[in-house]
T-cell receptor, first 114, second 112 residues
Framework: DAGVIQSPRHEVTEMGQEVTLRCKPI?????LFWYRQTMMRGLELLIY????????DSGMPEDRFSAKMPNASFSTLKIQPSEPRDSAVYFC????????????FGPGTRLTVL | AQTVTQSQPEMSVQEAETVTLSCTYD???????LFWYKQPPSRQMILVIR??????QNATENRFSVNFQKAAKSFSLKISDSQLGDAAMYFC?????????FGKGTSLLVTP
């Protein structure tokens, strides 16, 4: 299995621009998570899906952030408009129901907003 | 909300020696899972070891083992025979519901 795939690996954009981060979970996994990592706040959960349905989006910082999962093999995290404080590494992770719900992480997208 | 505390921002160990990374957590739950993740400079998050709270036996994975003290809400990671490749950030995590709550991490330096 290829693991969790994220694209792009790096994104540099200017303040005010729309940014779309993409994630392909491991096939057969029914949970998908979006995390953000910053020096100040560490790793924090933004939102997670179960069977393509958003379950908990309480970690989404504000209305500028939105996430979708149109099917079991694809999810997006969109920031519109982007701000410099959104600069961070964004991780996507997936897991399968049952047991420890071990989460498998993608390589992350490093976002820099100038 | 459950919190995870890693009190050691940085640790250093010599190659072939043993090091212990500390983690405490706060929860009112009785059944839960705890994890240690490693994040090398590549930034990939790699699961090192997991512990189920209802199991009293401490988990072990090769050179990695944990000391799980449920009453004290403590979950430390011991790395034996440290290798240069062990140098990384280590994150302790508590599974609350379906998502993970992470500590702020401990940066481990391994010296030759």
């Amino acid at each position: 299995d290829a693991g969790v795939i994220q694209s792009p690996r790096h994104e540099v954009t200017e303040m005010g621009q729309e940014v779309t981060l993409r994630c392909k979970p491991i096939s057969g996994h029914d949970y998908l998570f979006w995390y953000r990592q910053t020096m100040m706040r560490g790793l924090e959960l933004l939102i997670y899906f179960n069977n393509n349905v958003p379950i908990d989006d309480s970690g989404m910082p504000e209305d500028r952030f939105s996430a979708k999962m149109p099917n079991a093999s694809f999810s997006t995290l969109k920031i519109q408009p982007s701000e410099p404080r959104d600069s961070a590494v964004y991780f996507c992770a997936s897991s399968i129901a049952g047991g420890s719900l071990e989460q498998f992480f993608g390589p992350g997208t490093r976002l820099t907003v100038l | 909300a459950q919190t995870v505390t890693q009190s050691q921002p940085e640790m250093s160990v010599q190659e072939a020696e043993t090091v212990t990374l500390s983690c405490t957590y706060d929860t009112s739950e009785s059944d839960y899972y705890l994890f240690w993740y490693k994040q090398p400079p590549s930034r990939q998050m790699i699961l090192v070891i997991r512990q189920e709270a209802y199991k009293q036996q401490n988990a072990t994975e090769n050179r990695f083992s944990v000391n799980f003290q449920k009453a004290a809400k403590s979950f430390s990671l011991k790395i034996s025979d440290s290798q240069l490749g062990d140098a990384a950030m280590y994150f302790c995590a508590y599974r609350a519901g379906y998502a993970l709550n992470f500590g702020k991490g401990t940066s481990l330096l391994v010296t030759p």
